[in-house]
C-alpha cells in the first residue's frame, strides 16, 4: 500500500485509509504549529514582519500551550490577587452604611446636562441621608462623587485600572478609594453595597454594570432593589426594543421583568423613587 507523504515542519501521524483511493493519508496534528510557550509565540512575531502587535499578542496568547510550571506560575499567583482585591473591598466598604450606586459614561462633559442632574441626584441622595459609590472616575462618576462631597456625605470611589479614559476623581474619599484591575470584583462591590442603583446615560460599560443589577434582582440573588434610568430620551428606544422583541415576539424575559426598572426625567423624581421604596419597610438610611 503506498503511502502520501508530505514535505513540510509538521509532524504527520494518525494514519487513515481513503477509501475511494485505497491509498493511506497521513493527516497532520492540528496541535503541531501552535505555540508552545510565550516565548514561542514573541519569537514566532519577531520571525514575521510586521512585529505583532499588544493586541495581537494577547489574542495569540490563547492559544498557546502551556506546561503544568507555567500554570502553576501564572494562574495560581492571579487567584491571590483576586483574593486581595476581594478583602480589601470587604474591609474598606463593610462599614460604610446605606449607599446608592450611580452608573454612567467616563466621557460625560462638565456642562453636559446629565453630568449636572448627576451632580444634583448624588447631592440629594446625601441630604436623604445615603452615601453615594461611583466608579471613582471622570465624566458622570466624578459628577457623583462632586455632588456627596459637596454634602459632606460618603463619596466612594470602585476605580479600575484602564490603558484610557479611567483615572480618579478628586472628589472621592481618602479613605474609600479602591482600585481594582478585574472587572468582576468591581462589579461584586457596586452591587453588595448598595440599597439602590441610579443609571445615567452611558456606554457598554455602563450597560454592563444595568443589566449585571437586572440579573441579580430578576434571579433573587439579591434584593429587589429600586433601579432608576434618567433620560426618557436616552433609555426608552432600549426598552421599547426589550418590550416588543425580548418580552412580545420572543417572550425571553416575564412581563414583570419590566417592572424592575423606573425611567425618569428629573432629580427629584429619582431620588424619591429610591425613598418611596424604602418607606414601603419603615427604613430609613441610619447616619
Avoid at 471613582?136 to 459628577?143: K, Q
Avoid at 474609600?176 to 452591587?191: A, E, G
Wanted: proline content about 3%; glycine content about 8%; aromatic content about 10%.
Amino acid at each position: 500500500m503506498t503511502k502520501l507523504r508530505k514535505t513540510s515542519k509538521t509532524q504527520l501521524h494518525e494514519s487513515t485509509v481513503n477509501s475511494g483511493s485505497g491509498q493511506t493519508i497521513l493527516k497532520p496534528d492540528v496541535n503541531d504549529n501552535k505555540a508552545r510557550s510565550v516565548s514561542d509565540l514573541r519569537e514566532s512575531g519577531q520571525s514575521t514582519a510586521p512585529p505583532a502587535s499588544e493586541e495581537d499578542i494577547k489574542v495569540r496568547q490563547a492559544f498557546v500551550d502551556k506546561d503544568w510550571n507555567e500554570i502553576k506560575i501564572a494562574d495560581s499567583w492571579q487567584i491571590f490577587k483576586v483574593m486581595a482585591e476581594f478583602v480589601e473591598g470587604f474591609e474598606k466598604l463593610a462599614k460604610i452604611g446605606p449607599c446608592v450606586s450611580i452608573f454612567g459614561s467616563a466621557r460625560t462633559k462638565s456642562d453636559n446636562k446629565y453630568y449636572i442632574m448627576a451632580e444634583e441626584i448624588a447631592a440629594k441622595l446625601v441630604r436623604h441621608g445615603y452615601g453615594v459609590i461611583t466608579g471613582g472616575g471622570p465624566g458622570i462618576m466624578e459628577a457623583g462623587n462632586k455632588g456627596a462631597h459637596s454634602e459632606g456625605g460618603k463619596s466612594v470611589g470602585l476605580n479600575i485600572q484602564l490603558p484610557f479614559e479611567q483615572f480618579n476623581n478628586i472628589y472621592i474619599d481618602s479613605d474609600k478609594l479602591i482600585n481594582f484591575d478585574y472587572f468582576f470584583v468591581r462589579k461584586v462591590m457596586f452591587v453588595k453595597y448598595a440599597q439602590g442603583f441610579v443609571v445615567m446615560p452611558g456606554g457598554f460599560g455602563t450597560l454592563d454594570e444595568l443589566f449585571e443589577a437586572i440579573t441579580l434582582i430578576q434571579t433573587k440573588k439579591i434584593g429587589a432593589f429600586p433601579i432608576v434610568l434618567v433620560g426618557r430620551s436616552y433609555w426608552e428606544g432600549l426598552f421599547k426594543w426589550i418590550e416588543d422583541v425580548m418580552l412580545n415576539m420572543e417572550t425571553n424575559i416575564s412581563p414583570e421583568d419590566l417592572d424592575l426598572v423606573h425611567i425618569v426625567d428629573d432629580a427629584s423624581e429619582a431620588v424619591k423613587i429610591i425613598d418611596d421604596f424604602y418607606s414601603k419597610y419603615l427604613l430609613s438610611p441610619n447616619f
